[in-house]
């Protein structure tokens, strides 16, 4: 293994992409200390921590803009900061804090010291309280202790430092086998501490018995009036699917994983989405245990039915949902999100459209022959992104729009597309079919990745200057040829010059662009081996 080197980032905002390049080095850290087995922890806690410091840090700052923008004093008035602070995150993100915190050198800094014993430390220029820390058991499970010291150029400021303990005490671990007795202790002490809920229905779908845990749960005194307030709340649909209908068609009469919402009887707009699972006696009574998943105020996503069904649908629809935000969302759950989160990053923005093809579909008289023709072409596409690192963010009819985090890889997939493109040409006009060319446009730069449209309906995608020029570059591409920014050219061209050739570059007057855009046409020199993902 190389030597360990110490390495810092600074930053003030989790939105950009300095998490990738930190998460790249904790692991590196873990390595040098024989930690790596903790990977899965600690980037957890590691994100927490730097989650609850810019947050501490964002929060500092807006007092401090509040008292000079609005001659508001925030001390003692907690809820109108509270929601000028609401209003300022939810309509604008945190773009003007950080702003004014980068010009006020107001900047979180997190190290990887070559230290013995210490994974990290994190440099926050505001105080920062443990009550902030949501994974400070975590820490302690996995044999790591959180320090706090004070910053001396700093007033007020701190750090944080992740250590590992010198000497960790081995849990000690025998096999137990549970006798009849004991497991049925087990058994009650688990539904009393997880506040399981006991129901059983008659055929006809009365209830004939419920737990004390179950009224408690929706905070009803035990008593024969609450079985009938119970009665009433469950929804028509469980009785359909679960007392008398498909779900019960199993011979064996059992089901698992049916989720039902039930709204709480205080008349308020709180309710309770139950995972309920059972089975059917020889004398027709339906058994079931009621287990909560979510208590949620107003409207929830949560979806209700059965489980084995939302699996099915998801199979279905699954390869309609971009890969990035697939990704994307595998991330957020690991580090305890519920939705994903704007981001600020570099990218090369890619977009690959089919020269003719809509005057090919008009000409078509076979619509099935017009899609398998689309598909064979889409399908090397997205082959070509997904080879060379890149992710496709959207099909729009003929035209493919695609991200790469290195402006490398985009020109590498374009030209493997080219190549497809050429392959597939051969064989459309040995069949006297028309031929179908590919023109490809690329730019490299920032971009904003986030949330767009409305909760009935979200893209997570890229929007910004550099996917509206990276559209219209390629809008004046020509057929069967790759046309890059000269961004993207100045960003590749010292590393690769020996594997692309870089034509003259050339301008362009698009349209919305006050100034021409420099561009210039490129292709491969050398065949590369493709990058396997």
């Known amino acids: 293994m190389p030597p360990f080197t110490a390495t810092s980032h600074q930053f003030t905002s989790l939105e950009h992409s300095v998490w990738k390049h930190i998460q790249s080095d904790l692991e590196l850290a873990l390595q040098h200390h024989n930690l790596a087995k903790f990977a899965a922890p600690s980037r957890l806690i590691l994100h927490d921590l730097l989650e609850s410091a810019v947050s501490v840090l964002h929060r500092h700052i807006f007092r401090q803009l509040v008292e000079i923008d609005f001659g508001l004093d925030p001390d003692g008035n907690d809820a109108a900061f509270n929601a000028f602070y609401d209003t300022e995150t939810r309509e604008h993100g945190s773009q003007n804090i950080d702003r004014f915190c980068k010009s006020h050198d107001q900047q979180i800094s997190v190290t990887f010291p070559s230290q013995a014993g210490v994974i990290a430390w994190v440099d926050i220029p505001v105080s920062w309280n443990r009550s902030v820390c949501q994974t400070e058991q975590l820490i302690a ?169 939302e699996v099915r649908i998801h199979n279905i629809t699954r390869n309609y949902v971009p890969q990035l935000v697939q990704e994307k969302a595998r991330d957020a759950i690991q580090l305890g999100h519920t939705q994903l989160t704007n981001e600020e990053r570099f990218v090369a923005v890619l977009f690959c459209d089919i020269v003719g093809f809509t005057n090919y579909v008009e000409t078509s008289a076979h619509h099935e022959s017009v899609i398998d023709s689309l598909n064979s072409i889409l399908r090397r596409v997205a082959g070509s992104v997904k080879n060379f690192h890149g992710s496709i963010d959207k099909f729009m009819g003929d035209c493919v729009m695609a991200l790469f985090d290195d402006p490398a890889d985009a020109v590498f997939a374009a030209c493997d597309m080219q190549r497809h493109a050429q392959d597939i040409n051969s064989l459309r006009e040995r069949a006297g079919q028309s031929v179908l060319q590919l023109r490809i446009g690329i730019h490299w730069g920032e971009v904003l990745i986030g949330n767009v449209g409305t909760v009935e309906r979200l893209d997570w995608t890229a929007i910004g200057d550099v996917v509206n020029t990276a559209s219209r570059i390629e809008k004046n591409c020509r057929p069967g040829a790759i046309l890059v920014h000269q961004a993207l050219r100045n960003a590749i061209a010292p590393v690769h010059h020996a594997h692309l050739n870089f034509e003259e570059v050339f301008y362009l007057q698009v349209k919305g662009k006050g100034e021409k855009l420099t561009v210039c046409y490129v292709s491969l020199v050398q065949t590369l081996p493709i990058r396997q993902g």
């Not at 700093?154 to 000497?167: A, D, P």
């Open 141 to 309: 499970a996995i044999g790591f202790e959180l320090q706090l010291t004070a910053l001396a150029e700093t007033e007020g400021g701190c750090r944080l430092i992740l250590v590992k303990r010198s000497v960790r005490q081995p849990v000690p671990f025998t096999h137990t086998f549970l006798e009849q007795q004991p497991r049925s202790t087990s058994l009650s002490h688990i539904f009393d501490s997880l506040s399981y809920g006991l129901m059983h229905f008659s055929a006809t779908g009365e209830i004939l018995a419920v737990s004390p845990s179950m009224l408690g749960r929706l905070g009803l005194d035990v008593c024969a009036t609450s079985v009938a307030i119970v009665a009433e709340a469950i929804p028509l649909n469980f009785y359909n699917d679960i007392v008398w209908g498909l779900a019960l068609g199993e011979c064996s009469g059992k089901f698992e994983n049916y989720r039902i919402r039930v709204n709480l009887p205080d008349g308020g707009t709180s309710s309770i989405l139950f995972n309920v699972s059972g089975f059917r006696d020889e004398m027709l009574v339906i058994h079931s245990l009621w287990q909560t998943v979510s208590v949620d105020e107003g409207h929830s996503q949560l979806s209700e039915g059965s489980i084995l069904t």
